[in-house]
């Protein structure tokens, strides 16, 4: 049983407008401690978040998730 190791995880939503509550799941974010391990997924549903909110800025949304998994696979804004 020593190779089990607990594993934390977060959802990360897109909210486009906060005052009217809603949000779109849009990855997850794994992390290991003992393995030294964090990492992210993300898929954004562009019919889902324009349906939600039409002036949505999809491409700021998707550079952000992008941001995301760049920083969680170690680019070059990880550790700041």
Not at 40 to 50: F, G, K, P, Q, V
Not at 54 to 74: K, N
């Amino acid at each position: 049983m020593s190779d089990l190791h607990v594993y934390e995880y977060a959802v990360l939503h897109v909210v486009p407008r906060i005052e009217r509550g809603e949000r779109i799941n849009a990855g997850v974010l794994v992390y290991c401690r003992p393995l030294s391990y964090v990492g992210a997924r993300t898929h954004l549903d562009e019919a889902r978040l324009l349906a939600l909110d039409p002036a949505a800025d999809v491409p700021g949304v998707r550079a952000a998730l992008r941001a995301v998994e760049g920083v969680c696979a170690g680019g070059d804004a990880a550790g700041q």
